[in-house]
């Protein structure tokens, strides 16, 4: 079936640093999601991606669609302590009822 | 605020003592979700309402049931709640329109049980 690939499963930063994480998939996915997801609480929605190529930002992050369609990234540039959760891309199912399949996710921390 | 409402936020039952969680979405969309989520992992779809039609996965234990009675509710009941159970759930909602596939979630719902 569908599945997509997040890497790193983690990262450690100190503040102010850039980061970038990515998602692949073995199949062309017409959509991208961008999900954040602090602990404790729902995944909230940060970026929606619809075309290939298409760059999008929202504030400090930036993800794009990858030109194959496999593929995703996310960039947050300067980092703050309250940018630390978990990451997770999705993308819509096969079928078209709305279902999305889920990365594992990337687990992000910042030192102070 | 357009938004999606769960509760309680925490709730805590007996092995084996029914549990009812609610979700409600001032959104109108016309898609609900019910995802289980364990300890870090990505949320696990449990069943979702395409407008009134209901649609289960294959691998949703017949102990998760859910409700619909109007667009802006859902209700997800456990009949007999087992350790495993002990997760946090997720409700989303969607408005399915060609190419867009954003959920929404709620702040979810950790469930104890003991």
């Known amino acids: 079936g569908q599945q997509l690939n997040q890497s790193p499963q983690s990262m450690f930063i100190q503040e102010g640093e850039d980061v970038s994480m990515n998602c692949t998939s073995s199949?062309?996915?017409?959509?991208w999601l961008w999900y954040k997801q602090e602990p404790g609480e729902g995944p909230v929605l940060l970026i929606a991606l619809y075309k290939a190529g298409e760059l999008t930002s929202n504030g400090r992050l930036t993800a794009q669609f990858g030109i194959t369609r496999k593929d995703s990234f996310l960039n947050i540039s300067a980092s703050i302590p309250s940018d630390v959760g978990i990451y997770f891309c999705?993308?819509?199912?096969?079928?078209?009822?709305?279902?999305?399949?889920f990365g594992q996710g990337t687990t992000l921390q910042v030192k102070p | 605020d357009a938004m999606v409402i769960q509760n309680p936020r925490y709730q805590v039952t007996q092995f084996g003592k029914p549990v009812t969680l609610s979700c409600s979405q001032t959104l109108n969309h016309n898609v609900m979700y019910w995802y289980q989520q364990k300890s870090s992992q990505a949320p696990k779809l449990l069943f979702h309402y395409y407008d009134k039609d209901f649609n289960n996965e294959a691998d949703t234990p017949d102990n998760f049931q859910s409700r619909r009675p109007n667009t802006s509710f859902c209700f997800l009941d456990i009949r007999s709640p087992g350790l495993g159970d002990a997760a946090m759930y997720l409700c989303?909602?969607?408005?399915?329109?060609?190419?867009?596939?954003?959920?929404?979630f709620g702040p979810g719902t950790r469930l104890t049980v003991t």
């Open positions: 199949s062309i996915f017409n959509t």
């Open positions: 999705a993308g819509p199912g096969s079928s078209n009822t709305g279902k999305l399949i």
């Open positions: 989303a909602t969607s408005r399915i329109r060609q190419g867009l596939y954003e959920q929404y």
